[in-house]
């Protein structure tokens, strides 16, 4: 029996042509080529003619080319005049010409200048010009007289420093004058027989005797005087430097109060210090005897910077315990790789260079048929 013929493809080769017409599917046409007429043969005579009107529309664009270029300079220095009248027609305000932001600046109806407006204790208020150059001649008259005063000052007491220490040198010389006296006198008496100079001449016994007393008399007066001297000297150090350390306090405490205004309050103040002292007794185990040794404001800057970082990590903590994470529950189905096959197809769909969506469809292409997808 006879095995009939058939002209049919095998069903995985239809498929494949089917994949391969939809990858292509995609692909744009290639432009029409446009037709070309044919160029017959003129005569020499009407070539000739056809070149000198080709020189003639030559040398006609280049006049219109002269000429556009001229227009373009023209229009170019319209431009620029255009620009300085727009430069010289610029609005000016009175902030740009007193360099400062246009909201302090208080004008009047007509646009007349009436003064800047200053915010003094959380208040504004409009200070004419008038008072604001004397303010600034006054305040600079200040200045300049509280830095000529404290220039004064500095030399005043470094005189004063010098002249008690120089006095100062002179009582230690004179004491130690005096103990020289004392020990002289002291040897030179103590080479006397005063038993026996007693009993053979109690003239010179008495005599000896008197003079040892008034001598020794005198040097303890000095030695009392000298003494009194150095512990009045003493006593005036010591005030000058309690007096000295009140003004360096007191000068802390108003830069501190100045970059903390809220703590000018005594009641606002007195609490801060007590929770810095908890603060710092707690986190560096600082006693509370350390910490009324402070004497420098930028620690307390530094404490506060420290006591804000503290509480805002334990506010981040508390947040964070609290943030309960929310997870998508797995479907427990499988998630389908893409085969190089779909990834390729989908990059040629996408692609926007009609060159690069060739190569990807090529690509796809080999991919079904060496390896099937």
Known sequence: MALETTNSTPAASVDKITQMAQILMGEEE??????T???????????????????????????EDENQSDEGE?????????????????????????????????LSEEGELLGINVKIDGKVDTVPMSELIAGYQTSKSITNKAQTLAAERKQFDEARQYVATDYQKKLDDAQKLTNHLESSLLREFQGINWEQLRYS????????????????????????AINSEQTAEQAKRQAEQQNQMTEYLQAQVEKVIEKNPSWAKPEVFKKTLSEFETFIEEAYGFSKGDFANIQDARIFEVLKDAKAYRD??????????????????????????????????????TAKNSSAKRD??????AELLLNGG
Do not use: C
Not at 203 to 218: K, P, S
Not at 360 to 365: E, G, M, P, V
């Open 37 to 63: 007429k044919p160029v017959t043969k003129k005569h020499d005579d009407e070539e000739g003619s056809t070149q000198s009107k080709e020189s003639n529309v030559e040398g006609e664009e280049e006049e």
């Open 30 to 35: 290639a432009p029409e080529k446009s037709e």
């Open 74 to 106: 023209d229009d170019g220095e319209e431009n620029e005049e255009e620009d300085a009248d727009e430069e010289t027609n610029e609005e000016v305000s009175w902030g740009k010409v007193l360099g400062i932001d246009e909201s302090k600046v208080a």
């Open 360 to 365: 990807l469809q090529t690509s796809a292409i």
């Open 201 to 224: 001449d109690p003239a010179e016994y008495a005599a000896m005797v008197q003079d040892f007393q008034l001598r020794q008399g005198e040097i303890e007066r000095i030695k009392t």
């Open 312 to 349: 805002g990590k334990q506010v981040a903590e508390k947040k964070v315990t609290k943030a309960t994470p929310k997870f998508q529950k797995s479907s427990g189905k499988p998630v389908k790789k893409k085969s190089k096959l779909e990834i390729l197809t989908q990059q040629a769909k």
